[in-house]
Nanobody, 123 residues
Framework: QVQLRESGGGLVQAGGSLRLSCAAS?????????MGWFRQVLGKEREFVAG????????YYTDSVKGRFTISRDNAKNTVYLQMNSLKPEDTAVYYC???????????????WGQGTQVTVSS
């Protein structure tokens, strides 16, 4: 069984920062798979935010967070991070951690999912 445990969400004013963490556990070699973050607003589809390859050598972002968010991973700790700076009210969402089930380079939608952590940015 695979478990992903997110932490670090909360309430922050616009312009502020948060750091999300996701600790993975279970019987798969997480260091061999891409990891990433998605977010979802109530009533809307879940959207991709950021992804990172198995080695950490490749990262990619949705356009709206480029230059503000940074994804990283520590394979020794089976943990992926999302540093979020210059937060905007439109970043408000539930953020979900994901580990790709088969791909080592790029996150897809065939993922193990965490339970999510709420991020609220006030104006």
């Amino acid at each position: 069984q695979v478990q992903l445990r997110e932490s670090g969400g909360g309430l922050v004013q616009a312009g502020g920062s948060l750091r999300l963490s996701c600790a993975a556990s279970g019987r798969i070699p997480f260091s061999s798979y891409a990891m990433g973050w998605f977010r979802q607003v109530l009533g809307k589809e879940r959207e991709f935010v950021a992804g990172i390859s198995w080695s950490g050598g490749r990262t990619y972002y949705t356009d709206s967070v480029k230059g503000r968010f940074t994804i990283s991973r520590d394979n020794a700790k089976n943990t992926v991070y999302l540093q979020m700076n210059s937060l905007k009210p439109e970043d408000t969402a539930v953020y979900y951690c994901a580990v790709d089930r088969v791909n080592g380079e790029q996150i897809t939608l065939n993922n193990y999912w965490g339970q999510g952590t709420q991020v609220t940015v006030s104006s």
